[in-house]
């Protein structure tokens, strides 16, 4: 149910043109300042989830391993996503609360 609405905010970030996907667009969003979460799939492999969890860090954005690549991509429309960041304060901040909420639940 949680998971749901989290895909479904997403997919309401990216209908406002607030979302980039795939690993080049996400670093440059993270590099640029304009991210301000980034969600990296379940199945991403080990060195991409590092690079983002070091860049991520470093640039100290929120970063969270979410969801398989199929339902990323779905949810804002596209393929299949290995990374999304946000680029709204707004719908990151609700993302990240709805996050945090499903991990203390898990």
């Known amino acids: 149910m949680q998971q749901d609405r989290i895909l479904s905010m997403l997919g309401l970030a990216a209908k406002a043109g607030k979302v980039t996907s795939g690993e080049f667009s996400t670093e440059k969003a993270v590099k640029s300042g304009t991210a301000f979460l980034v969600l990296v799939s379940e199945e991403a492999s080990d060195n991409t989830r590092k690079m983002f969890r070091n860049m991520c860090s470093f640039y100290q954005v929120p970063m969270y391993i979410y969801a398989p690549k199929e339902a990323l991509g779905h949810a804002i429309g596209?393929?299949?996503?290995?990374?999304?960041?946000?680029?709204?304060?707004?719908?990151?901040?609700s993302l990240e609360k709805k996050l945090k909420l499903l991990e203390k639940t898990e």
């Open 78 to 93: 596209k393929q299949f996503r290995a990374s999304v960041a946000v680029l709204d304060e707004g719908f990151a901040k």
